[in-house]
């Protein structure tokens, strides 16, 4: 009897692992030389790719500057209208922070010394925004210079390009 059950559970076993071996191979089909130049293209493409996002980082990086100024805008007439109403502040800064951080690397590489001028003023601004009751007194000039920073900056850049 013992044999018996040894050997009902070893089929049982393999039938599990041929049939577990069996769906992997029909979920990924085998590789062909066929597949590997497809690959070569794709990376030859993406190196195209790349090429070209370099080529147009300054105007990414001049919309990306717009967009932060936009947003710093949007923050401060949420300042003068509805100061009291932190959940509306934290929002509007947290979309400020965001705007930033999409551009935030490129502005390190290629301009460090505006990147820390600029984060002198932004990231006080951003810390206040986060808070619990955002103080609307300290924001109103943390604006006022982070907005006048970033168009220079911007200013900046697109003399440059």
């Not at 935030?104 to 932004?122: A, F, R």
Request: net charge negative; aromatic share 6%; charged share 35%.
């Amino acid at each position: 009897m013992r044999k018996f059950s040894y050997l009902f559970i070893m089929m049982i076993f393999m039938l599990l692992l041929a049939a577990g071996c069996g769906s992997k191979k029909e979920a990924e089909p085998a590789s062909t030389n066929t597949d590997e130049p497809k690959q070569q293209v794709t990376s030859e493409g993406e190196k195209e790719a790349a090429e070209e996002k370099e080529e147009e980082k300054p105007a990414d990086l001049s919309s990306g500057l717009e967009e932060v100024s936009i947003a710093l805008q949007e923050l401060q007439g949420n300042v003068d209208t509805v100061p009291q109403n932190a959940d509306q502040l934290k929002t509007t800064g947290k979309k400020v922070e965001e705007k930033w951080d999409a551009i935030e690397e490129q502005v390190e590489e290629k301009y460090p010394d505006d990147y820390k001028n600029i984060e002198d003023s932004l990231y006080p601004l951003i810390d206040e925004t986060k808070k619990d009751k955002p103080d609307a007194e300290k924001m109103t000039p943390l604006i006022k210079d982070t907005l006048e920073k970033i168009n220079a900056f911007k200013g900046k850049v697109s003399s440059a390009s």
